[in-house]
């Protein structure tokens, strides 16, 4: 099993066969000195016409077991999902999800290396990785996008400043400039472009919303928000309230999927910017998938919320219901 974060015509000649899993990641070349890859046996592969070049990584088997899926769960899907941001608090819980669905995805992210303890081996059919920064531009390239039907971006920072701050990481360089970068670099055959976004975005000078903009963040998810509803791409909005569960960013695949949002089942859906409270990021992450399918969503922003009591779960049906019923109130 392998984890691939490149398509079979980006590298067209055969890699060696061992007792071993690979991650093949494409790099600038200035991350391949030993020295910034601790504990990695590392082959370098023949560089590309772009100046990068593909590294094959090789660990032990035994040093990470296969997460178990449920057996039978989901018949494979024709969707290819690219989740960027999978490895944070809502991103990891719908690559769980993509994959117990059986559903091939791809993940953009700024250290490969954080997808082995969060997901394990995976076939390069089921699950590859990349590395890119949707801050620069120039991390995009369009090998990335090849064979993406849907895309779910689940990137975000701190409303205030913090450790997760630190390298430029702010809401005016994730909110606004990533997504920018990121619609400016999607291919116009996109199926569907899905963004995890926030509640009180269109009220950012009002109380109490004013206090949570203090760095800008509301206001920049805004202007994130009106580039995709700019773009023609075809897309969905999420805006999440204040988001319980997790994050589960210490959690294998196996523990993610048996995550749960404990009594706060119940799915509360709206528009135009009214709700107030807190969901589960078990419910968003939901909900991000089921909008991939559920046609009348295109084009649409739908507030979220989860409160106590018995909710959808999977159920593509109920799903519709709650998106249907927000259309009309």
Known sequence: MALNPCS???????????????????????????????????????????????????????????????????????KTVLVVGGSGGVGQLVVASL?????????????????IPLFGVQDKNKLEVWKADT??????????????????????????????WDGDNTPERVDWEGIRNLILALPSTLERFVLVSSV?????????????????????????EDFVRNSGLPFTIIRAGRLTDGPYTSYDLNTLLQAT????????????????????????AEACIQALDIDFTQGQIYEINSIEGEGPGSDPEKWKELFKAAAVN
């Open 261 to 284: 949002a404990g009594e706060r089942r119940a799915v509360v859906i709206g528009q135009g910017d009214k709700l107030v409270g807190e969901v589960s990021r078990l419910v968003v």
């Open 200 to 224: 009180g975005v269109t009220k950012f000078n009002e109380l109490p919303w004013s206090i949570m903009n203090l760095f800008g963040v509301l206001k920049f998810k805004k202007m994130g």
């Open 8 to 78: 079979s015509s980006v590298h067209p000649f055969s890699l060696p066969t061992e007792k071993a899993y690979k991650i093949y990641q494409i790099c600038p070349s200035s991350l391949l000195q030993p020295s910034n890859l601790p504990g990695f046996p590392c082959s370098v592969l023949p560089r590309f016409p772009n100046g990068r070049r593909l590294v094959a990584f090789s660990m032990k088997e035994e040093q990470t077991q296969p997460p178990v899926l449920e057996a039978g769960a989901c018949s494979p899907s024709s």
């Open 99 to 115: 994959l117990a669905r059986n559903i091939k995805s791809r993940l953009l992210l700024r250290d490969p290396l954080k997808a």
């Open 135 to 164: 801050r620069n531009p120039s991390d995009l390239d369009p090998a990335i996008f090849e064979g993406v039907t849907h895309v779910i971006c689940c990137t975000g920072t701190t409303a205030f400043p913090s450790k997760r």
